[in-house]
């Protein structure tokens, strides 16, 4: 978990105030896992995002009288494969959520299952690059606590969505660090304002990820994984967009 331990320094010095940032910086830059995240071109703005700001701090939440009236659906509004239209016939009974990867403990939970755990709600807005926002509310439980569940090893870095719909034959995924992962608001949501979970919006059950742009929620979500790496998954960047329009792996916002 030594990276875990790198990205707590990096947000406890940015905690400690600009004086302290300078001085503690020599430290953190002399491990070589943290050189790699500050002066990598590629991660660059995740850098600057834990030098500038805690990934701990909580995104805005709304009331209920400021939701959207209408919360409009963006790329796959279904998967349209012969396998989601079963899954979607019979109301997800079959469907499983397969939990795997580096966990001591593989799962496989179905919709009922991940109905009865603990929940959380919230009322956030979605900002998408495409230039449009809306306020809704998520219900789910914690990936954390999915995770939690699973047993997540310390040589894990990164969790993977893998996705029901399809671009160009391949699967809609997407990919966040663990700190993302057990982040409080981070949640599997099943249920978007007061109803459960549509189509559209990513039924069975989609990541909320509230500190990111919309393209990293991954709606359809049917595994999430727990790896070592982004090497040889997609094309290596993390996620559909990241691979095929360059946007970026932290989509902080
Ligand atoms: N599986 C999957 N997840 C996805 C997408 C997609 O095309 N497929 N589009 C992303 C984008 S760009 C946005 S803005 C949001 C849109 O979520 P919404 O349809 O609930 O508005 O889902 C994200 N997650
Ligand atoms: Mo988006």
Redesign the pocket.
């Known amino acids: 978990m030594s990276s875990l331990i790198t990205r707590r320094a990096l947000v406890t010095t940015a905690a400690l105030g600009t004086g302290a940032l300078l001085a503690g910086c020599d430290r953190v830059a002399d491990i070589p896992a943290a050189r790699k995240i500050l002066f990598s071109g590629e991660k660059l703005n995740l850098g600057l995002q834990r030098a500038l700001s805690n990934r701990h701090s909580l995104a805005p939440e709304y009331r209920a009288d400021q939701m959207s009236p209408f919360f409009r659906t ?2 796959t509004s279904n998967p349209g494969t012969p396998d989601y239209a079963a899954m979607v016939a019979d109301k997800f009974a079959n469907w499983r959520l397969k939990v795997g990867g580096l966990v001591a403990r593989p799962l496989a939970i179905s919709h009922q299952q991940l109905m009865a755990m603990p929940a959380r709600t919230q009322i956030t807005r ?5 230039g ?1 926002s809306a306020i809704g509310k998520w219900h789910g439980p914690m990936l954390g606590s999915v995770l939690k569940a699973a047993g997540v090893k310390d040589s894990a870095r990164y969790i993977v969505f893998t996705c029901a719909d399809l671009y160009s034959g391949a699967n809609y995924y997407e990919s966040i660090d663990l700190i993302d992962a057990f982040h409080p608001q981070t949640i599997l949501a099943w249920g978007m304002n007061d109803q459960l979970l549509d189509v559209g919006h990513g039924a069975p059950v989609r990541l909320r990820l509230e500190r990111q ?3 990293k ?1 991954a709606k359809y979500v049917m595994a999430i994984d727990a790896v070592p790496t982004l090497a040889g998954i997609g094309r290596g960047k993390g996620g559909y ?1 990241e691979d095929n329009v360059d946007y970026d792996w932290y989509a902080g916002i």
């Open positions: 963006n790329g979605h900002d998408c690059v495409e449009w742009l919309g393209y929620h967009w």
